[in-house]
């Protein structure tokens, strides 16, 4: 059914204002602005989509990097949801889970319940440092790049169990979204404009 999922809300925000800087329009600026604050209205850190009906979808998860990255909350929403994001239930030694641990239907090896994806997490990692908070996003660096090496070739996502990372079967090898995190990470590069 139809689902407006927070990324998607947040990439949208960070597009607009990518046309009005190419374009010199004031409207997209404007567009820009309208749906940020549409957003931030819609999602708290406890929602991750809204249905076709406009209800939340409650749950918490590395989406928050997202809204973080994209630059879309007010410095109080900036706040709660960096806060909320480097919990213990989303920020693991070894990257972002996209659902949280104590969500009802988290499991960690599941595609968008609880797997940890390394592009996600390097978005979040951006969000986390444009959010001021450089310790929780230095961890978060350090983890992810850790684990990509020790599960070798790249892969899309993982699992964080109580060990480290784990391998996932239907994870695809090589990603190349993985590559561009791992360059990006190892190269201070967060992608957001300045």
């Known amino acids: 059914p139809p689902l407006a999922d927070a ?5 949208a925000v960070a597009a607009l204002r990518a046309l ?34 406009g209800s939340p979808v409650p749950a918490a998860g590395s989406h928050l990097g997202w809204l973080l990255w994209a630059d879309v909350l007010s410095d109080a929403g900036r706040d709660r949801a960096a806060e909320r994001l480097s919990r213990p239930d989303v920020l693991t030694d070894w990257g972002l889970r996209t659902l949280s641990a104590e969500h009802p239907r988290f499991e960690a090896e599941a595609y968008h319940r609880g797997s940890v994806w390394p592009f996600d997490s390097w978005l979040g990692w951006g969000g986390l440092r444009a959010a001021g908070r450089t310790e929780a996003a230095e961890r978060l660096r350090r983890g992810l790049l850790a684990a990509i090496d020790s599960l070798g ?25 993985t590559v561009g995190a791992r360059w990006a990470l190892e190269h201070d590069w967060d992608g957001r404009a300045t």
Not at 7 to 11: F, G, K, R
Not at 24 to 50: D, P
């Open 20 to 53: 009005a800087w190419l374009s010199s329009e004031e409207s997209w600026r404007r567009r820009a602005a309208t749906l940020a604050t549409r957003v931030e209205e819609a999602f708290g850190t406890e929602v991750i989509a809204l249905e076709g009906d």
């Open 7 to 11: 990324d998607t809300q947040a990439v």
């Open 153 to 177: 070739r790249a892969p899309e996502l993982f699992a964080v169990g109580p060990d480290g990372p784990e391998p996932i079967p239907i994870s695809n090898r090589v990603q190349a979204w």
